[in-house]
């Protein structure tokens, strides 16, 4: 069977919702090329809860829905409780994945598991957009803060 | 000439874009039936200042850019400096314009002027949304401060 669509898997925890995301998103999609679908796995809280110490500020399933509704993205899920990266590639079946600029640690876990299951998909690792204020979550936070001392 | 496309204008601020905006603009959308087409007036930074005495938290242009992002949304513009509501009517001829649940004074503004213009528009006002956490700016900011302190 032929398969004519590309798709492109991408994954984040996209809390506060910012410019950055968006480029990272559109950039993701056109390495999949024209007609391509972008699948996105949005973090779980308790996922963000475990690598970062901390919850989000906005939960999981508000997250989940406002990057669907985003026009680049076709399909935005909650990731698996336990962050099965390996099961997340069985079901989405991507033909790339991308990783954005400070997702180092899930760039190297892809690397290893498409090298140890010789799968055939591309990852690609999406660039820092710009120098601009205010294209991070956690910069926008600080703003929050610094403006309420 | 027979106008085929409904226009709907909805405006806001959005600073820190949350799943109540989605409702807003998609309700919004809903009152043009199959075909509508949405313009969203995004506040400028200015505007905000003068009517709150205090900027938002993202600058307009990634604001605005954020809001075309969204798939509900066909075009966002930034307002006029003097948030000149004639003038937005005047330049996007709608044929609705929704106001939010908190937009009193925009519905107000707006049904005088369609009033004293003889407009042939409708506006419509928007519920809120559930009784949800973080279904507001000022309550994702303040979130945000008290998870720091």
Same mark, same amino acid.
């Given at each position: @069977?032929?398969?004519?669509? %590309? ?12 410019y ?23 973090? $779980?809280?308790? %996922? &963000? @809860?475990k690598?970062?110490g901390? *919850? *989000? ?12 509704a985003?026009?680049?993205?076709d ?10 990266l390996?099961?997340?590639?069985? $079901?989405i ?12 640690d899930?760039e190297?876990? %892809?690397?290893?598991? &498409? ?7 591309? &990852?690609?690792?999406?660039g $820092? ?6 294209? !991070? !979550?956690?910069?926008?936070?600080g703003?929050?803060? !610094?403006?309420?001392?």
């Amino acid at each position: @069977m032929v398969k004519n669509v %590309t798709t492109i898997l991408a994954s984040g925890v996209f809390d506060l919702l910012h410019y950055g995301h968006i480029k990272f998103l559109e950039e993701a999609k056109k390495h999949g090329g024209p007609g391509a679908k972008l699948v996105v796995i949005v973090a $779980r809280d308790e %996922t &963000v @809860m475990k690598l970062k110490g901390k *919850p *989000p500020i906005i939960p999981e399933d508000q997250r989940r829905a406002l990057v669907e509704a985003l026009e680049v993205v076709d399909e935005a899920l909650l990731g698996f409780e336990e962050l099965d990266l390996e099961a997340v590639i069985e $079901r989405i079946k991507p033909d790339v994945i991308a990783v954005g600029h400070d997702q180092n640690d899930i760039e190297v876990w %892809t690397r290893d598991i &498409v090298a140890e299951k010789g799968l055939e998909l591309r &990852v690609v690792k999406i660039g $820092r957009f710009g120098k601009e204020d205010l294209n !991070s !979550s956690s910069k926008i936070k600080g703003k929050i803060i !610094s403006d309420w001392r």
